[in-house]
């Protein structure tokens, strides 16, 4: 069992940055792969990105390929998504999940409860 807390959101300018966090609980987290997705109003949820366990092989979005960077720390069972150049587009709730690595929900077993990130114009 794995628990997934995420912080960091917030309300920022658009150009801004925003370092969002995932702490997970449990002692297995090493082994997972994890990946970040977003949900803006009105809209489905959509794929951001994702970390191999070994946080060699990463996997982005288009839409965020050269602005957001996924890395992980196993030590601290944390796993963080850096927002550079955001945009007002990038207005969602973030979550974070535990178990895949590719851009379907269905392959993630675990979800954090989601963070609020504003960007205004």
């Known amino acids: 069992q794995v628990q997934l807390v995420e912080s960091g959101g917030g309300l920022v300018q658009a150009g801004g940055s925003l370092r969002l966090s995932c702490e997970a609980s449990?002692?297995?987290?090493?082994?997972?792969?994890m990946g970040w997705f977003r949900q803006a109003p009105g809209k489905e949820r959509e794929f951001v990105g994702a970390?191999?366990?070994?946080?060699?092989?990463?996997y982005y979005a288009d839409s965020v390929k050269g602005r957001f960077t996924i890395s992980r720390d196993n030590a601290k069972n944390t796993v963080h998504l850096e927002m550079n150049s955001l945009k007002p587009e990038d207005t969602a709730v973030y979550y974070c999940a535990a178990g895949g690595t590719t851009a379907r929900e269905r392959d993630y077993a675990y979800w954090g409860q989601g963070t609020q990130v504003t960007v205004s114009s």
């Open positions: 970390i191999r366990w070994s946080g060699v092989r990463l």
């Open positions: 449990g002692r297995t987290f090493s082994r997972y792969s």
